[in-house]
């Protein structure tokens, strides 16, 4: 009966001991691998990893390049631009650029004008003190006044601009029945003579009646000058001056009158 026990007592030892030795073995066959594989797992990842930094920073640096590239080429395509167009400016201002025009003012020669009557009468402003009358008289004949200018040293010139100025027109009695004073440009050559009283001219203002003072401008006005310095034939630009109204019949000489220092020709020009 002892035998009995102890063969069984040795009978669940020996059992014992060998579901021990399984059952380590079975975990020492488990873990070992999972241990190899998660240190290999490691080893792929990190090298993954270091592969992707690796790209990651290559395109970075590739990226940058090219941005570096493209805002170094835009800046030197700006500086070639505004180059070009500083030099496109500046030689558009060397085709264009004109000379500067010149000014010249011109008063009337006092021999040359003068006044000239319905009935003949020639009177030279350098015989009336070097003033210009025109208008009626007491008889209700019409007067007319004529200035000229002399351009001579203009021949050959390209008007740019032009003026007649009359800073000073006198009144005497009642020249204002009259609308306004008809203003010609009449070339009448190198003498006044009484036929200079006949019709004809070019007109170039009519100035009312109530004004003391007035400038005639306009491309009618340049145009009749540079025909005058485009001829050989006369050095002189000559106007006359006459009411649009003969007379008012009044009995007395209503007249507009002014000296030669009140009226000037202004011209600007280039050769």
């Known amino acids: 009966m002892r035998k009995e026990k102890l063969f069984t007592i040795l009978a669940i030892l020996t059992t014992l001991t060998f579901f021990t030795t399984a059952l380590t073995c079975t975990f020492c066959g488990i873990n070992p691998p999972e241990t190899a594989i998660s240190e290999e797992s490691a080893e792929i990842e990190a090298e993954s990893k270091k592969e992707t930094e690796q790209t990651t920073s290559k395109e970075t640096k590739e990226e940058i390049a090219e941005e570096t590239a493209e805002e170094t080429f835009e800046e030197e395509t700006a500086e070639e631009s505004e180059t070009t167009a500083e030099e496109s400016t500046s030689e558009s201002i060397e085709e264009h650029e004109v000379a500067p025009s010149e000014e010249i003012s011109i008063f009337p020669d006092a021999d040359l004008s003068g006044l000239v009557s319905e009935t003949g009468t020639v009177r030279p402003a350098s015989s009336m003190g070097n003033q210009i009358v025109f208008g009626d008289s007491d008889e209700g004949d019409s007067a007319k006044g004529y200035l000229s200018f002399n351009i001579r040293e203009l021949h050959g010139k390209t008007v740019q601009d032009a003026e007649i100025n009359f800073s000073e027109l006198e009144k005497i009695n009642n020249p204002e029945f009259a609308a306004y004073i008809d203003v010609k440009a009449f070339n009448y050559g190198n003498t006044l003579d009484s036929d200079d009283f006949a019709f004809g001219g070019v007109s170039l203002a009519r100035i009312p ?63």
């Open 209 to 271: 009646t109530s004004s003391t003072h007035y400038t005639i401008s306009g491309d009618t006005l340049k145009n009749e000058l540079q025909k005058i310095l485009n001829s050989s034939e006369t050095d002189y630009f000559q106007i006359k001056l006459g009411l649009s109204s003969k007379t008012n019949n009044d009995g007395m000489a209503d007249l507009f009158g002014f000296s030669l220092g009140a009226a000037k020709l202004y011209i600007s020009y280039i050769d």
